[in-house]
């Protein structure tokens, strides 16, 4: 993972993805203890499936501390790369013009 926040930190392309998958596999297998997760099977699944997975550990006493610490991370990545796209699809489009 950390090869490939370099590779991001020096503009090498298509590493977002990529990223995104490996933080959120590193938050299943280290975290929710997911060990038997491949790589392949993670990238295959829905956002829907994977935030199934991040909280399938949730109980009563720690939903909100999951929430916090699983979920919402979660989404902050996957936003922040929503907007990073929408950026380089807009740059694209106006040197295209």
């Given at each position: 993972?950390?090869?490939?926040?370099?590779g991001?930190?020096?503009n090498?392309?298509?590493?977002?993805?990529?990223?995104?998958?490996?933080e959120?596999?590193d938050d299943?297998?280290y975290?929710?203890?997911?060990?038997?997760?491949?790589l392949?099977?993670l990238?295959?699944?829905?956002?829907?499936?994977k935030?199934?997975?991040?909280m399938s550990?949730s109980n009563?006493?720690?939903?909100?501390?999951?929430i916090?610490?699983?979920?919402?991370?979660?989404?902050?990545r996957?936003?922040?790369?929503l907007?990073?796209?929408a950026?380089?699809r807009s740059?694209k489009?106006?040197?295209?013009i």
């Amino acid at each position: 993972m950390q090869l490939v926040k370099i590779g991001k930190s020096h503009n090498i392309e298509g590493l977002e993805d990529l990223l995104l998958e490996l933080e959120t596999l590193d938050d299943l297998v280290y975290t929710v203890h997911l060990e038997d997760m491949p790589l392949d099977k993670l990238e295959k699944m829905s956002n829907m499936e994977k935030i199934k997975l991040l909280m399938s550990t949730s109980n009563e006493v720690n939903f909100v501390e999951n929430i916090k610490n699983l979920l919402l991370p979660f989404i902050k990545r996957r936003h922040q790369y929503l907007v990073c796209i929408a950026k380089f699809r807009s740059l694209k489009l106006y040197v295209y013009i």
